[in-house]
């Protein structure tokens, strides 16, 4: 809609400093963000959380594989606005236990 911030929605070039974030979680659906460069992401993330509806401890996110600490900010993580750069966030969710199970089976 004009006049809400939303025009340059496809364009990886903003003139405001905001990069183009999109975070995939494990069903495979991608929420896509624009965010300061130079932010911690922690806003992103608790963000994600929130209208995902997820307990933010329990979320781990990584870029390029890597996990991210809350503290980063995509200027640290290398994110970039080049053409046809995707920054692309995974996120996943920690689940506690199962080890054991899977250490006895290991041992048969």
Do not use: W
Request: hydrophobic share 30%; charged share 30%.
């Amino acid at each position: 809609m004009p006049g809400d911030g939303s025009e340059d929605s496809h364009n990886n070039n903003n003139d405001d400093g905001r990069l183009p974030i999109s975070v995939k979680g494990q069903d495979d659906v991608v929420v896509d963000y624009f965010f300061p460069h130079d932010r911690p992401l922690f806003r992103l993330m608790d963000e994600y959380c929130k209208r995902k509806k997820l307990v933010a401890g329990s979320v781990r996110f990584l870029y390029n594989g890597k996990r991210i600490r809350r503290t980063q900010t995509p200027a640290e993580l290398g994110m970039g606005t080049e053409p046809g750069k995707h920054n692309m966030i995974d996120a996943f969710q920690f689940v506690h236990g199962g080890g054991f199970y899977c250490i006895k089976m290991l041992a048969k």
